[in-house]
């Protein structure tokens, strides 16, 4: 019954055209048919967050979307989140510098919605910034440094902000 | 928990998504934002031969606010509602009981059409289509029909939509600036389904009093359902804590919630009482002395 | 024992070396590897808790396109290999052992029945769909009471319970008779379990030619898992290597031997294809490891004025359908724990381990520990209250004196050694945690309706062993570009040892942690190892690698002597040269260099024994706040305060600790693995097992001590990876009582999920 469709997107700046099944899910299409195995998949039910990625900018859970349904769509994974130069970026940087990974498992899907929150809301405060994050679990850090990388981020997604508004 | 086989299309237009949905004849599933599809999907609790991917079909994602109520498109997402300037103000229930559902990701994709249509009892959109009787507006191959809302949500996971029906509108009743409301939900973890919620609504006569009062509860029974006792109760009298507190017992003692894992029923009886007397305050601006739930 | 004293590096909250992988996407788990020809299994397991297996229906599912093989116990080697003991193989427990695969009976929902090869996971599960199982059911066990009902889980044995021992020291029974004040009381704990958020994955590859097995996914333990799986293949131990990838958490669930580490090396064997197998969350949630499962019925003996004189307990571990290799590690822990920091010279303690068709128990962080503690601290806030004592003074009467160490509490179990605790300043630790917590000024808000909530506070102390023998071993090889790699035997599980054992080997070696790589990746590259578990792995792990490095450097100088034609005793090895009193200076990359090709790489090996643990310890205290309409309990404020002996990295040792306090939160309020009465799992997915999430635990503190260094060990270290999880129920359930006290509501049982508070106030008697 399933059968291969084939999907054109964008995952970070790069453009795809790939076959996709009908019966993958949007995770499993990331990381078996595209090898980006960056995005984790922790649950396959929609609950942990782990398989959060950007879809035109909004943070989803992959694993609830369907291959098929990513067509045309500009995609950022963690693979993305790095500055063009390579280097890490202001919020990898907090991470680090905050010991807010432990095992790593989880990080990729947390980095992913901080990053979409700080882009849309760089003021958002610890309040929100929990609000948001309670949607993606974590067994090893028990989310304190999680909290305070994101919170030191601000500041560079703020000035990123800035200075795209006065482009 | 892989997907099972299933096929995949894209109708371009609403009539090409009902003529599969025909020609498979209850063996497709419509999917839109996923979020509730794709998990049954996952534990292959559902077995579709085909998904039709309605999540692209045009001008079904519109919120308009009117003077006759606000009007949600089948494919609104938590997010656009979030986000709608107006809608706060326009109908303050609806806005807060959306802010309770999931989570970030989940808000961006989620629609309150595929809500309504999945219909758990425990979640908050098709509650408060019952409790407001909002207009679901379906179209099938008959062409539209409106149906009222608390005649649309009939059970768990049970709606009044025919195999080759869509929901296109969910339209809600004008809402009165000057009404009162309440909404109070208790879940495990934020974001979680609502082991029992409370929304109620009423507006004052003028001599202050309870008319048309709305008392709309998740958790009793396989679906939310209007505690009529306790609306009856409220009717014609002056909203203060002693009100409050009969209408808690009231409720605690007409709810009949069954047991599940997560709450025994005497527990959730009570606690159905505890929120209804929290909307209640909150809806006067009376201070329990409690704290939020 | 010499304390190894530099501290360039060690005691530096030095950023993390393993973290520039994990935040860009380029860790390795193993279910981002790839391999040519790669297959993917999936495994049947029976839905039915407890029966005999009539038949098997594989054809419809066989015929099925794209499947390559269903394995099942007719198609292995006959007897059907079981899983050994690792921990502590008692007698007692061989008849209770898990064969790999069922073949006659099932014993719990879960339970491999066949394995599934297809060419992907979705096809194995179309597969799956269609196979038939006939079980004739027999009367599930799942109550405490487990021989009432007639019904065996192994009718040779007669009983379900597996064992049943007793330890005493003192005079317990003469305590009793002549005391002042007892108290008995039961208590119970729910079972639940880690759930990492990696669940379990391996990929194994045969080589027919060489007849060779490469296994990805191992943790924890490869050296020991290598062995049994030798043993079953019936292969020579170098044939098999067990290579550690990435691994997203262990928690003590991750790496044990489970069915299906046979299982895939050997359809990998029988198709001559690489196998993938990756457990979903469903299957985890019901095969992986469960624990915590414990209750107890304890008795305290004091005078009037506070003195403990006795303990007794009953202590009942819920072992599941199998015991598997960790034995009976979690009941006895609660019960050699069951004492904890405390002067109690009459002890008495039973153990009883029952088996239940429930998903086999293993270790879990702290195993023991977390309910020990909240059996032992519950017991004596009753007891406070009742002798109208403030609980913080019955436990400064009580607590034992840093005089009094080292301090023995006999043998808590006939197979076990006499545990001593070591160095401490128990009262330091408490008194600290006591006043940031602010206990004198919250002495007044005990048990007060606040704003419509009772507000609490509770303390509880602990004693934590870590750093088990008998051993660890690693192995320095000097690089042909000068750089250092070290070989460990200890596991990597996220808990940052790329980065702390740099730092031990930077400070021993004189050399930056980017002169050093840490390769914790295979068997192959050490002869022999034990592994991450017990707290052990800086502890034991960490002195190996100490070991080690002062071994390479004594080689690094006899060759640099050869080299530069000096005496050793004129040279030195400092900052990546051996260089001479007398002028002249050497590399590591010249010395790398100099070496002929038949000599190959210059390399040493490093090895710590120890035969002893040693004990860490603290206090924790928690404020918390209840709502009786609804049950919900607030953590107002929570502190965690510990010796860990020696940090060599902060910042680690805090994640460690408050990691381990979430968990612990989540074992009080939220993880329940729930079963029915038929021995159902109701809780098989995230939607019902419930974890902590950012927003419920927002007010928690740490604070690790360096008060007294551990004996055992060159670095001094103490264990720091589960201290913060085990007195966690034992500090929440004292400020949940102190909070409900006027209403007489007293936790004995956990979860205190809302429901269960609500009743405690509402529904007693």
Known sequence: ?167 | MKLPDLDYIRPQTLTEAIDVLVAYDGEAKLIAGGQSLMPMLAFRLLSPKILIDISRLPGLDQIEVTPGGVRLGALATWRDIERHAELKIAHPLLAAAISHIAHYQIRNRGTVGGSLAHCDPASEFPALVTTCNADVVIVGLEGERIVKGAEFVLGAMTTGLAPDEIITQIRFPAWPKARRWGFEEFARRRGDFAMAAAAVFYDLDSAHRVVNPHIGVIGEADRAIRLKQVEDLLAGQEVDRQLAAKARTMGEQTAQPSDDIHAPANYRKALIGVLIERALAASAGIQLSTVAT | ?765
């Open chain 1, 1 to 167: 019954m399933s059968k291969k469709i084939d999907i054109s997107l964008t995952v970070n700046g790069e453009r795809y055209v790939h076959a996709a099944d009908t019966r993958t899910t949007f995770a499993d299409f990331l990381r078996n048919d595209l090898r980006l195995t960056g995005t984790h998949i922790g649950c396959e039910q929609g609950v942990c967050g782990a398989c959060t990625v950007l879809v035109d900018g909004e943070a989803v859970r992959s694993c609830l979307m369907l291959a098929p349904q990513a067509d045309g769509a500009s995609v950022v994974t963690i693979e993305g989140l790095c500055e063009p130069d390579g280097e890490l970026g202001v919020l990898q940087r907090a991470f680090r510098k905050h010991h807010a990974l432990q095992c790593g498992f989880c990080t990729p899907g947390i980095l992913t919605t901080a990053h979409a929150l700080l882009t849309q809301e760089p003021d958002a405060d610890e309040d929100r910034i929990r609000d948001v994050l309670s949607g993606n679990i974590c067994r090893c850090t028990g989310y304190i440094t999680i909290v305070q990388a994101i919170l030191e981020a601000r500041e560079g997604y703020r000035e990123r902000s800035r200075s795209t508004a006065m482009k």
């Open chain 3, 1 to 765: 024992m010499k304390l190894f004293q530099s501290d360039k590096l060690i005691g530096l909250s030095l950023e993390r070396l393993e973290d520039e992988r994990f935040l860009t996407g380029k860790g390795q788990y193993v279910a981002d590897l790839d391999e040519p020809g790669m297959l993917h299994a999936a495994i049947v397991r029976s839905t039915v808790a407890h029966g005999r297996i009539v038949r098997l229906g594989l054809d419809a599912a066989r015929a099925l396109p794209g499947i390559h093989a269903i394995v099942t116990a007719a198609d292995i080697q006959q007897p059907i290999p079981t899983i050994p003991l690792r921990l502590v193989p008692l007698p007692e427990f061989e008849p209770y052992r898990q064969p790999v695969i069922a073949s006659a009976k099932v014993r719990y929902v879960g339970e491999p029945i066949a394995v599934v090869v297809a060419d992907s996971r979705a096809l194995a599960e179309d597969a799956i769909d269609l196979v038939e199982i006939e079980i004739e059911s027999l009367p599930p066990v799942g109550d405490r009471d487990v021989d009432a009902g007639g019904s065996f889980l192994f009718e040779e044995t007669g009983t379900n319970v597996a064992l049943r021992y007793h330890a005493t020291s003192g005079d317990p029974n003469g305590a009793f008779v002549a005391a002042e004040y007892t108290r008995k009381e039961m208590f119970q704990i729910q079972r639940h379990t880690a759930a990492p958020m990696e669940t379990r994955g391996l990929l194994a590859r045969w080589d027919e030619s060489g007849q060779t097995l490469k296994l990805f996914g191992a943790a924890k333990v490869p050296y020991f898992n290598r062995r049994a799986l030798a043993r079953m293949m019936d292969l020579p131990e170098t044939s098999l290597e067990l290579i550690e990838v990435d691994v997203g958490g262990g928690f003590g669930v991750r790496g044990e031997f489970y069915p299906e580490d046979f299982l895939i090396p050997f359809v990998a064997r029988q198709l001559g294809r690489p196998v993938s197998w990756i457990e979903d969350r469903r299957e985890h949630l019901m095969a992986t490891n469960h624990s915590r499962e414990v209750g107890a019925t304890v008795e305290i003996a004091c005078t009037r004025d506070g003195k403990i004189t006795g303990l007794r307990g009953e202590v009942f571990g819920d072992m599941g359908a199998y015991i598997r290799t960790n034995g009976g590690v979690v009941p006895t822990a609660a019960g050699m724990f069951l004492q904890g920091p405390y002067r109690i010279a009459n002890v008495d303690v039973t153990v009883l381990a029952l088996m239940t068709n429930k998903t086999p128990v293993g270790t879990y962080r702290g195993p023991g520990r977390f309910e020990a503690n909240f059996f032992r601290e519950r017991l004596f806030d009753m007891a406070a209250a009742d002798l109208e004592i403030d609980p913080a003074e019955f436990r400064r009467i009580n607590l034992i004196r840093e005089d009094e160490l080292p301090y023995s509490i006999g043998k808590r179990a006939p197979h076990l050694p006499e545990a001593i605790y070591d160095t401490g300043d128990y009262h330091a630790a408490f008194e600290r945690c006591l006043k940031e917590i602010d206990w004198q000024g919250k002495a007044a808000l005990q048990g007060r309706l606040v704003d419509g909530r009772y507000q609490g506070v509770g303390i509880a102390s602990f004693v934590e062993s870590g750093g088990a023998g008998p051993k660890e071993t690693s192995r320095f090889v000097l690089e042909k570009d000068g750089s250092v790699t070290i070989a460990v035997g200890s596991s990597l599980l996220g808990q940052g040892l790329e980065t702390t054992f740099s730092q031990i080997a930077g400070d021993a070696l004189n050399l930056p942690v980017s002169a050093l790589r840490i390769d914790h990746g295979s068997t192959a590259r050490l002869s022999d190892g034990l592994g991450s578990y017990h707290g052990r792995s800086i502890i034991v792990g960490g002195s190996a690698v100490l070991d080690g490095a002062e071994k390479f450097r004594t080689a690094v100088i006899e060759v640099a002597a050869n080299l530069l034609g000096r005496p050793n005793s004129e040279l030195r090895f400092e900052n990546g040269l051996v260089a001479s009193e007398t002028g002249g200076s050497i590399s590591l990359a010249q010395i790398a260099a100099s070496r002929r090709p038949e000599e190959g790489l210059l390399a040493v090996d490093g090895i710590f024994l120890v035969n002893k643990p040693t004990y860490s310890y603290g206090t924790h205290a928690a404020h918390v706040a209840v709502d009786p309409d609804t049950g919900r309990v607030e953590v107002l404020d929570y502190i965690a305060v510990e010796d860990v002996g020696r940090a060599i990295n902060p910042m680690i040792v805090s994640g460690q600790a408050i990691g381990a306090l979430v968990q612990g939160l989540g074992g009080v309020f939220l993880d329940h693995l729930i079963y029915d009465d038929q021995c159902q799992l109701l809780t098989a997915s995230f939607v019902d097992y419930l974890m902590p999430t950012a927003t419920d635990f927002p007010s928690l503190r740490n604070i690790a001590l360096e008060l007294r260094l551990s004996p055992t060990n060159p670095l001094g270290a103490k264990s720091a990876g589960e201290g913060g999880m085990v007195p966690v129920a034992a500090a929440i359930g004292n400020a949940v009582g102190a909070a409900l006290k006027s209403l007489g509501a007293q936790p004995r049982t956990l979860p205190l999920s809302p429901s269960r508070v609500w009743s405690l106030i509402h529904e007693r008697g």
